[in-house]
C-alpha cells in the first residue's frame, strides 16, 4: 500500500478513494476522534493553572476505529489527512497525527476546497504541514467554551434550572429576547397614505401623493388626509415624465450564510437540513454508477472564483444562451472572509440540474439547482428594466406613478424564479396632458413593531454582528430549540414564515445571564472573541494570553453571580404530601415537569404532573360466570371495547363486546368495521 489516506466521512472516503486507485487506501474517522476530559477540576480536561493545558480522551465510540487506523498506519509507507479545510479539519488532522504518532514536521496534510478528480490528485502532489497556528485557535474555541459552558451551566441549573449555557449561544438567546422585549414595548403609531386612480386607453394606474405644498407629506390622521383629498380636484396635469433603462445586477456567489438563509426563504429549508444536504452533495453522490463530489466546500466566508472556474462558466454561458449574456464577476472583498477558499459552487458544469435529476434526492435536487443556477446567474450579464416615472398634479399635491418593463432579461435567463420581477406596466403619457382621476382616496395604517426573528433573520443577524460563525449556525438554533429556550411557531396563520419565540424560561435565562454576565454575553465582546481567534489562526495573538485574560475577567462574575444570584424555588402546588405531610411542589426532571415532595431527598415521593386518564368502564347488570363478581364494559387500548371481569387480576375472565363496532389495525392505520 502506498498511502494511507483518512477523512472524516465515510461517503467522502468513497468518493477520494474511487479517484485516488487502487495504490491508497482511503479510511474514515467518521469526524473528531477524541475531546477534552471531563475529568480533572471542574470537569474541564484544561489546567488553568498550567497554562491551560488541554487533556484529550478518546471517545469510547472511536477506540475500535483508532485502532484500525493504528494498525493501517503502520502498514502504510506514507500516512496523509485529509480532512476538511478549515480549523475544525486542522484540528482533527492534529488530533489523528498525534494519536498515530505521525511527525508534526512530515509533509502529510492535503487539503482541497472540491473533490472532484483534478482538486484530489493536485492536492496530493502539494502535502503541506499541519498549520498549527489554526489548530491552536480551534482549541482556543473549545477552551472557552468548554470553561464558560460548564461554568454556567452549572450555576444556571443550580440557581433557576435552566439546563445550559454557551458563549455563542447564549448571545442568540439575549437576541430573540431583546427583539420579543422591543415587540411588547412597542406603541404602534397612525398615519394616511393618500393615492389616486387613474385609467387610460384602457390601463388603470396608480399614483401616490408624494409632495404637498412642495414638502414630503406627514399624514397623522383621518382629518388631515381629508383635508388634502378636498383639495385634489380634476383635472390632473402630468407635470414631468422621467424615463430611464437601469441595471439590475446579479447575486455574488453563495457564502455558508447566505446559502442558509436563502434556502430558509426561497426553498423553505431549515438551516439544520440545508447543511446536511449540502454536505451530501459536497461529499459525493452516485451518478450513473460514479461518484462525484458536485460542490464545492460548503462551509466558506469567501466569495470568491478561480480564474479557471470562471473561464469555463463563461464557455457554457455563451454556448448555452450567447455572448451577450456574459457578464463580469465582482467579487466581494470581506476582510472577514477565512481561509483562501471559493464561494459554493457547482463542480462541474456539465451536471445540468435537471440532467440528473434522477440520481438525487428531492432535497439534493433542490439545493444542487438553487446553487448551480445562482452560480452561473453570478456570472451573466445585468438584467435591464425601462422604468418611467410620471408626475401628476392637482393644485399643490403632486402623486407619482411609476412603472417599469423588462428589456434584456440577462442573468434572470436563468434566476428568475427565485427572483420576483414582474412588469408594472403605465400607459403612454404625455408632458401636460390632462387626466381626471377616478378616485382620490386615504387609507389608515400604523407603524409595525420590529419582526421576530426567523431562522434567515436571526442568521443574518448573527453574521453582521459577528457571532459565532456560519457553520456553527445550524447546532447553535437547534441547541436553544432543544433547551425549551424558544419555540419556532407560526407568526400569523396566513403565513408559512415561522418566528422565534422565548419562552418563560429561556427570558429568565436571559435576563439573568444578562444581569451577571452583561459584560461577557453580550454582542460586541463575542464579536471580539471571534477576532481574536481569527488572529490567533493568523499568528498574530498568543493563544494562552488569550485564554488567561478570558478566564480572569469570567471568574469573578461567577463568583458574584453564585453568592448574590437568587435561586428559583419550585412552584408550590398547594396540597400536602401523602406521605410525610411537607409541601407538594412540581419540578422539571429530564422527562418534563412533575410533582415532587419538597422534602426531597429524604421524601422521595413524586407522581406524574398528568395522572393518567384511567381506561374507560361502564358497569353491567351481569355477574361473571367463572368468580360471580360484577362484570364491566371496558375500552382497551387500541379503541376496542370488550367485557371483563372487575375481580381482574385474580380473574381473567374475558368476551368481545358484540354491540360495538371493532376497529382493524393494519399497518400503521386503523379501519372500523
Not at 410 to 431: H, I, W
Request: aromatic share 8%; proline share 4%; with cysteine.
Amino acid at each position: 500500500m502506498k498511502g494511507l489516506v483518512i477523512v472524516e466521512s465515510p461517503a467522502k472516503s468513497k468518493t477520494i478513494g474511487k479517484y485516488l486507485g487502487p495504490e491508497y487506501k482511503v479510511i474514515a474517522s467518521v469526524g473528531h476522534i477524541c475531546d477534552l476530559a471531563t475529568s480533572g477540576p471542574g470537569g474541564l480536561g484544561i489546567d488553568v493553572d498550567h497554562d491551560f493545558a488541554t487533556t484529550y480522551v478518546i471517545d469510547k465510540d472511536k477506540k475500535k476505529i483508532v485502532k484500525e487506523l493504528k494498525d493501517e498506519s503502520a502498514k502504510a509507507d506514507r500516512t496523509y489527512l485529509a480532512t476538511d479545510p478549515d480549523r475544525e479539519g486542522e484540528a482533527i488532522s492534529w488530533h489523528l497525527a498525534r494519536e498515530l504518532g505521525l511527525d508534526l514536521d512530515d509533509l502529510n496534510r492535503v487539503e482541497f476546497n472540491e473533490i472532484t478528480k483534478n482538486a484530489v490528485t493536485s492536492a496530493f502532489e502539494r502535502p503541506r504541514k499541519i498549520d498549527m497556528d489554526l489548530v491552536r485557535s480551534q482549541e482556543s474555541r473549545r477552551v472557552l467554551d468548554r470553561i464558560l459552558g460548564f461554568k454556567l451551566s452549572k450555576l444556571l441549573n443550580n440557581k433557576i434550572k435552566s439546563k445550559s449555557a454557551g458563549r455563542v449561544q447564549s448571545v442568540a438567546l439575549k437576541l430573540i429576547v431583546d427583539r420579543e422585549k422591543e415587540i411588547k414595548a412597542f406603541k404602534p403609531e397612525e398615519f394616511w397614505t393618500v393615492s389616486a386612480q387613474f385609467e387610460k386607453d384602457g390601463i388603470a394606474f396608480d399614483a401616490e401623493l408624494s409632495k404637498t405644498g412642495g414638502k414630503k407629506p406627514k399624514i397623522r390622521s383621518k382629518e388631515e388626509a381629508d383635508r388634502i383629498i378636498a383639495k385634489c380636484v380634476n383635472p390632473f396635469t402630468v407635470t414631468d415624465l422621467d424615463e430611464k433603462v437601469r441595471s439590475k445586477k446579479p447575486h455574488l456567489v453563495f457564502t455558508t450564510s447566505t446559502l442558509q438563509q436563502e434556502a430558509s426563504t426561497k426553498l423553505g429549508f431549515a438551516v439544520k437540513r440545508t447543511m446536511r444536504t449540502a454536505q451530501s452533495l459536497y461529499e459525493g453522490v452516485s451518478i450513473n454508477g460514479d461518484l462525484n463530489g458536485l460542490i464545492t466546500y460548503m462551509r466558506t466566508d469567501s466569495t470568491r472564483l478561480s480564474p479557471e472556474f470562471m473561464a469555463a462558466a463563461k464557455e457554457a454561458i455563451t454556448a448555452r444562451y450567447g455572448k451577450n449574456y456574459c457578464g463580469y464577476y465582482h467579487q466581494k472583498n470581506d476582510s472577514n472572509a477565512q481561509d483562501a477558499h471559493e464561494g459554493i459552487r457547482p463542480t462541474h458544469l456539465e451536471f445540468v440540474p435537471e440532467e440528473i435529476k434522477d440520481s438525487l434526492t428531492s432535497d439534493q435536487y433542490k439545493l444542487y439547482r438553487f446553487i448551480y443556477y445562482r452560480t452561473l446567474a453570478a456570472l451573466m450579464a445585468d438584467a435591464k428594466n425601462n422604468v418611467i416615472t410620471a408626475s401628476l398634479t392637482s393644485g399643490d399635491c403632486e402623486f407619482l406613478s411609476s412603472g417599469h418593463t423588462q428589456v434584456f432579461d440577462g442573468y434572470l435567463k436563468v434566476y428568475a424564479e427565485y427572483e420576483s420581477n414582474k412588469d408594472v406596466v403605465l400607459p403612454d403619457l404625455v408632458q401636460n396632458e390632462k387626466l381626471d382621476a377616478m378616485k382620490v382616496s386615504g387609507e389608515q395604517h400604523f407603524t409595525e413593531p420590529p419582526v421576530r426573528y426567523s431562522e434567515a433573520r436571526l442568521v443574518k443577524e448573527m453574521e453582521k454582528n459577528g457571532i459565532g460563525r456560519p457553520s456553527t449556525y445550524a447546532d447553535i438554533i437547534d441547541k436553544i430549540q432543544s433547551r425549551h429556550y424558544v419555540e419556532l411557531t407560526k407568526q400569523n396563520e396566513s403565513s408559512k414564515t415561522k418566528v422565534f419565540v422565548p419562552t418563560e424560561q429561556g427570558v429568565l435565562t436571559s435576563e439573568k445571564l444578562d444581569e451577571y454576565f452583561g459584560d461577557m454575553i453580550n454582542v460586541q465582546y463575542t464579536a471580539e472573541m471571534e477576532d481574536s481567534l481569527d488572529r490567533i489562526a493568523e499568528g498574530n495573538l498568543d493563544n494562552i494570553s488569550f485564554e488567561r485574560d478570558f478566564y480572569n475577567k469570567l471568574m469573578p462574575l461567577l463568583d458574584n453571580a453564585y453568592k448574590n444570584m437568587e435561586k428559583k424555588e419550585p412552584e408550590k402546588l398547594g396540597e400536602v404530601c401523602p406521605e410525610c405531610g411537607r409541601e407538594l411542589v412540581i419540578r422539571e426532571g429530564r422527562f418534563g415537569k412533575f410533582i415532587s415532595c419538597s422534602g426531597y431527598p429524604e421524601c422521595k415521593y413524586h407522581r406524574p404532573l398528568e395522572e393518567k386518564k384511567k381506561a374507560e368502564t361502564v358497569e353491567l347488570d351481569e355477574v361473571c360466570p367463572e368468580c360471580g363478581s360484577k362484570l364491566l364494559k371496558r375500552k382497551s387500548r387500541y379503541g376496542n371495547w370488550f367485557i371483563g371481569c372487575s375481580n381482574f387480576p385474580k380473574c381473567r375472565y374475558i368476551r368481545n363486546d358484540e354491540s360495538e363496532p371493532k376497529k382493524y389495525y393494519r399497518r400503521g392505520k386503523n379501519k372500523t368495521k
